[in-house]
């Protein structure tokens, strides 16, 4: 079992970026996917961004395109998710989680160990 723990939320104005972090122990992390994740009240958790295994491949939420990217870094177990252009409606608790294939991924059910979340607040 991995054990992800998210880094870097917070509160940012509109138009600004944030940069979120996560670290994991466990189960082998550089084999399997990663994911960022994010939810608001009375709405499902929606996928943001992942990445596979390997790097060489992300999925990204249309509403994020060209704002966001994930990254990771699988020798120091780390996943990153740079958010730029940040809109109100990007504000939620965003989680990361890693999956239990080869990735990247676009659903929830394709990931198996979750964070406990980090909250995203952008002001308008």
């Known amino acids: 079992q991995v054990r992800p723990v998210e880094y870097g939320g917070g509160l940012v104005q509109a138009g600004g970026s944030l940069s979120l972090s996560c670290t994991a122990s466990?189960?082998?992390?550089?084999?399997?996917?990663k994911g960022w994740f994010r939810q608001v009240p009375g709405k499902e958790r929606e996928v943001v961004a992942s990445i596979s295994w390997s790097g060489d491949k992300t999925y990204y939420a249309d509403s994020v395109k060209g704002r966001f990217t994930v990254s990771a870094d699988n020798a120091m177990n780390t996943v990153f998710l740079q958010m730029n252009s940040l809109k109100p409606e990007d504000t939620g608790v965003y989680y990361c989680?890693?999956?239990?294939?080869?990735?990247?991924?676009?659903?929830?059910?394709?990931?198996?160990?979750w964070g406990r979340g980090t909250q995203v607040t952008v002001s308008s």
């Open positions: 466990g189960r082998t992390f550089w084999q399997y996917s």
């Open positions: 989680a890693v999956g239990a294939s080869n990735g990247p991924g676009s659903h929830l059910d394709e990931f198996v160990d």
